[in-house]
DNA sequence: ACCTGAACACCGTTCAAGT
DNA sequence: ACCTGAACACCGTTCAAGT
C-alpha cells in the first residue's frame, strides 16, 4: 500500500508511476473498458489534466502498461528457463511460465497483444518482445544444434512453438478455456507440440 | 452502396442490419477504438437515441458484430473442408481458411476473441464458437478412426490443433507476424503441427 | 518542472413525446 | 412499433494560469 499523507503536497512525487499501478489494478479488477484518465486521476487524488503531463494522450498510457507487460513477461521466462533440463521438460517450464502469466494477467494479456497504432512506442515494445521470444528462441537452437529439434530456420520453428502456447494462453486468457483445464492439459500439449499428432 | 432516397422515411426499414454493416466497415476501416453508437447513427442518418431500439447498449452491438463473425468464420470453414482429403492437405485447407479469415477480418477477429461480459450473448456466442470448432473436431475423429492421429480425447487434441492455428491468426491479425509470411509458412506450420518438432 | 481549472467537443444511456 | 429531442453524467484533450 502507498502512504498516504492528510494533506496532498502540490507535486505527487511519482505520479506516472502511480498511474500505470493504479490503472493495472483498474484493468484487473474491472477490465480495459473501465480504464477512463479520469477515474486514475480521481483516485490517486490528482487534477483530470495531470495525467497529460506523463502521458502525451490515452494511448500512451496503454502502450506504457503492456510494455510493462512484456518486460514481466521477458522476465517471467527467463526466470522458468532451465537450459540445464532435457527438451521436454524445458519446454514445459517455459510453457508452464506464459500460461501462468495468463492467467494471472489476462486483461493485461489482450492489451499487450491488440493492434497498437502509435509507432512511438512500437521501437520500445518491439525490443521487449523480442526478449520474450529470445527465451524459447535459445531452448529451439540448443535443441537443434543436438539434433533433438527438426533443421530448419529456428525463427520459423520457434513461431510454431509461439504460436501453439500463444493460442493456448489467449483461449485461457479470454475463458475459452478454463485456466484449471488449460494449465492442467500443458504436459500432454507439449508433448504434442514436440511430438507431434500423427502417431509415431 | 447503398441507395440514398432523397427524402429519409421516418422509419428506417432494417436499421438493425444497417447499424451492423455499418459497425462492421468502421472496425475494418479505423479500427474497434473508432466505433461510437452516435458515428454510427449520423453516418446512417437516423437520431443518435435510434440504435437503442436494437440494441440495448454498445456492447449488445460488439457481441452480435461477434456473433456474425463466428457465422461467417464456421461457413468459411465448412467451406473449405473436404473430407475426402488425405490428412494433412485436408487441415492445410482449415488452416488456409482460418488463417484468411484472420487476415481479411483482423479487427473483427480481435472483438470475436476479447473477453465477453454479457451472459446474454454468451449462449448464442458458444453455440456458434462450436460450430467453428466443429469443423476441426470432424477431421480429428475421421483421422483417429483412421489412425493417422494418435488416440486420446479428440476434444483435447483438437484444442492443440485450434491453438496453434490460433496463436498464428492472432499474430498475423494483431501484425505481431506479417500477414504474407504467416501465409506463406502455413503448409510448413500444419507439417509441424502434424508431425511435431522433434525429428523422426 | 509540475499541476490546476475552465473550456471544448465529444461520448453512452434514458425517457417523455411524437409519427 | 419505431424514432426524435432534450437531458444527464460522463469522457479525452488542450491551454492559460498558478505554485
Redesign the pocket.
Known amino acids: 500500500m502507498v502512504r498516504m499523507p492528510e494533506s496532498r503536497p502540490?507535486?505527487?512525487g511519482d505520479?506516472r508511476a502511480a498511474l500505470l499501478a493504479t490503472a493495472e489494478r483498474t484493468l484487473r479488477d474491472r477490465g480495459a473498458g473501465a480504464?477512463?484518465?479520469?477515474?486514475l486521476a480521481r483516485e490517486i487524488g490528482?487534477?483530470?489534466?495531470?495525467p497529460?503531463?506523463?502521458f502525451?494522450?490515452?494511448?500512451a498510457l496503454l502502450d506504457a502498461l503492456a510494455l510493462t507487460g512484456f518486460e514481466r513477461l521477458a522476465g517471467a521466462l527467463e526466470s522458468a528457463d532451465d537450459p540445464g533440463l532435457p527438451l521436454e521438460p524445458r519446454l514445459a517450464g517455459l510453457a508452464k511460465a506464459y500460461l501462468g502469466f495468463a492467467v494471472e494477467n489476462a486483461a493485461l494479456l489482450e492489451l499487450m497483444f491488440t493492434r497498437k497504432h502509435d509507432p512511438d512506442a512500437s521501437a520500445q515494445l518491439a525490443a521487449s518482445v523480442d526478449r520474450s521470444v529470445g527465451s524459447f528462441l535459445r531452448l529451439v537452437a540448443d535443441a537443434q544444434a543436438r539434433g533433438e529439434i527438426v533443421a530448419g530456420d529456428p525463427e520459423r520453428i520457434t513461431l510454431v512453438a509461439a504460436a501453439s502456447l500463444h493460442g493456448l494462453a489467449a483461449f485461457a486468457a479470454n475463458g475459452s478455456v478454463p485456466a484449471e483445464q488449460a494449465l492442467a492439459g500443458l504436459d500432454e500439449h507439449v508433448h504434442h507440440l514436440l511430438h507431434g499428432l500423427k502417431p509415431r
Open positions: 502540490y507535486h505527487h505520479l480504464l477512463s484518465l479520469r477515474e490528482v487534477s483530470h489534466a495531470a497529460g503531463r506523463h502525451k494522450d490515452k494511448q
